[in-house]
């Protein structure tokens, strides 16, 4: 099956400071990986796409790189604000008629 | 305002009973999709719709039941078989099946 994983564990970092979330699959490679922010009580909100053949997708603070070796995703946010503070899911896509499938997300705390 | 809504915010059921919540997308996307939210878990698919009059049960569909009799609206009725009905239940949309999705704000249904 195809599986999408993210630490569980929260991350805690100082404002100002970049913080990166990790998504790791299994399996083949996605056609591409998406990225999501989720606040409490609400529903996820799309940030980032990134394709197979991309190493590196960029969009002002946010930054998702792509490594099929490692079958890894690396998102980033430089200069996190406390704003910054939410859950953030992976999401695999397949292409054809597969469904996205999505990990149990990170939960990312900005302290100020 | 192009989006997508889901009502009520709140729900309360007793046990025994059916209730049905409701989705309405504005987007002119074809997909559509259920997904439940429990504490601490990543989303599980109930039930999506790629077309009109036609939709696919997900990795947890017992206990549901769906319709998508027009292409805005695909409501979602959590029956009295459903043995553990509390959770946070979120409506998606897409252009197509495997593109990237458009999240409600989601409904959080409580049986008393």
């Known amino acids: 099956s195809q599986k999408i994983e993210q630490n569980s564990e929260a991350l805690n970092i100082q404002e100002g400071k970049t913080a990166t979330l990790t998504c790791n699959y299994t399996?083949?490679?996605?056609?591409?990986l998406q990225w999501y922010r989720q606040d409490p009580g609400r529903g996820p909100v799309f940030l980032l796409l990134i394709r197979e053949n991309e190493k590196e997708k960029r969009k002002e603070r946010l930054k998702v790189t792509f490594d099929t070796t490692l079958k890894q995703s690396l998102f980033h946010i430089t200069a996190s604000q406390p704003a910054d503070s939410a859950t953030y899911l992976c999401s695999r896509s397949s292409g054809g008629s597969y469904i996205p499938t999505f990990g149990r997300g990170t939960s990312l705390i900005v302290h100020p | 305002d192009g989006g997508i809504t889901q009502s009520p915010k709140y729900l309360f059921r007793k046990e025994g009973q059916n209730v049905t919540l409701s989705c309405e997308q504005n987007l002119n996307h074809d997909a559509m999709y259920w997904y439940r939210q429990d504490p601490g878990q990543g989303l599980r698919l109930i039930y999506y719709s790629q077309i009109v009059n036609d939709f696919q049960k997900g990795d947890i569909a017992e206990g549901y039941s769906v319709s998508r009799e027009k292409k805005e609206s695909f409501p979602l009725t959590v029956t009295s078989a459903q043995k553990n009905p509390t959770a946070f239940y979120l409506c998606a949309s897409s252009m197509i099946l495997t593109d990237t999705q458009y999240f409600g704000p989601g409904t959080r249904l409580t049986v008393l």
């Open positions: 399996n083949y490679s996605p056609a591409y």
